[in-house]
């Protein structure tokens, strides 16, 4: 059995006595059970890419054919071999790696780090600059701890790179300005201090913004976004500009967003309407009449908007409500019904013409609920107030109790009657 290096001072002698040789020609077919041996070379290439790079290297001792395959693999994975490593425990041992690789290009590259001190970042900029002169097509970058990494190099440029995967960096400068990386086509961020004003592309199809901070007023510039998640987020809630080609949009207004209510804890429901509040008010702050996400996600087909009550952006948004015209599905929770009448619910399905499935999530988070109520409509006639495709409206809760009570007597008033 293969026996894995267990630091870096012990990996790095695995290239003791390992000068570059002439390639070695597929092998003939093995005999027996060694199927793995049947395949050609550029097979075995892609297979050692999903190995971390110290397993790839180790599998050189196997038989003369594998010597010098890891050196050209599709893919490098920079992890521990246990579960996350810190920079120094890799070091040396990477620096070997990329030294000895033949100038082949990468499909992907997987750097994951439990943390990342500040003496070490030089040495994942460098490998990451490595990863993309190789036109590396997928990269991965997460530091799992803190201290997170500051990534304040210039805007990354590459006619390669299609997916970016960050996890605790601290973006700064231009960095997230992917004017230079025309196929960019996946973005995801998790746990990210964002300390730009605007991240900004052009071809970029899908992206996901988790858990992350900034205390900047971003701007999000991605015209030819398909898909949006805007998770958690902390600091002052992004402005989204259009997106004509949205189909799906998934935004959470969390406890940490700071477009909150001054009034709300002492009880009293301002509705982004009281001039008075000076957080509430629409002509307090940098974005006058703009809005804020639903004018961004106007354009999309399917759509799921939670916010933690007390939080204001989506009040103030229906102020000027855009209309959504291809809107089919709308899943909403309880802050849409906390208002006096139920006006941002009315509001957003008053602008839903062609909505044809609604979803209210009452307190209760799911995905699985106590209670599932299905509603019909119990005559051919409908209120103008209500889509006339609307035909399935589900109500999820815990239980049902006053609060829930209050938005079934709203549905029944467009003759909706609800089953359990």
């Excluded at 992890?79 to 920079?87: I, P, R, T, W």
Aim: glycine letters at 4%.
């Amino acid at each position: 059995m293969v026996s894995f290096p267990q630091s870096s001072d012990e990996a790095s002698h695995l290239f003791d006595g390992m000068p570059p040789g002439e390639k070695v020609e597929n092998a003939p077919p093995a005999s027996g059970s060694d199927i793995i041996g049947t395949l050609p070379d550029h097979i075995l290439h892609h297979l050692l890419s999903f190995l971390p790079v110290q397993a790839a290297v180790q599998t050189c001792v196997l038989a003369r054919r594998w010597r010098h395959l890891w050196r050209s693999t599709t893919g490098l994975r920079i992890v521990g071999l246990d579960g996350a490593e810190s920079v120094e425990d890799l070091r040396v041992f990477v620096d070997h790696v990329l030294i000895l690789r033949e100038r082949t290009d990468l499909d992907t590259v997987e750097m994951i780090f439990d943390e990342c001190s500040d003496d070490e970042e030089v040495y994942v900029k460098l490998w990451t600059r490595f990863a993309v002169m190789s036109k590396v097509r997928a990269l991965t970058l997460h530091i799992q701890a803190p201290p997170y990494l500051w990534f304040d190099v210039l805007p990354l440029v590459s006619r390669h790179l299609r997916t970016l995967d960050l996890e605790g960096l601290c973006v700064q400068l231009s960095f997230l300005d992917f004017a230079g990386c025309p196929a960019l086509e996946d973005l995801k961020m998790n746990l990210c201090d964002i300390s730009v004003e605007k991240i900004s592309s052009r071809s970029l199809k899908h992206l996901s913004i988790t858990k992350c901070c900034s205390d900047c007023e971003l701007h999000v510039s991605t015209p030819g976004l398909v898909s949006l998640k805007l998770d958690d987020f902390t600091g002052t809630t992004p402005l989204l500009e259009n997106m004509a080609l949205l189909e799906t949009a998934y935004v959470y207004i969390g406890d940490s967003c700071e477009d909150f209510c001054l009034n709300y804890d002492s009880g009293v429901y301002c509705g982004a309407s009281n001039i008075t509040c000076e957080k509430c008010d629409l002509f307090n702050d940098n974005c006058g009449s703009d809005l804020v996400l639903l004018g961004g996600i106007s354009s999309a087909k399917h759509l799921k908007l939670i916010s933690e009550f007390g939080k204001f952006i989506f009040s103030r948004d229906l102020k000027y409500c855009p209309t959504f015209t291809k809107l089919k599905t709308l899943l909403l929770n309880e802050y849409w019904c906390e208002a006096p009448g139920l006006d941002p619910l009315a509001c957003i399905l008053k602008n839903s013409p062609v909505l044809e499935k609604l979803t209210l999530q009452l307190f209760s988070k799911g995905p699985n609920h106590k209670v599932e109520m299905k509603g019909s409509f119990s005559s051919m006639e409908r209120s103008s107030a209500i889509p006339e495709h609307l035909n399935i409206v589900e109500v999820k809760c815990t239980v049902v109790e006053e609060r829930i009570l209050k938005v079934l007597k709203f549905l029944c008033a467009f003759d909706i009657r609800f089953s359990f």
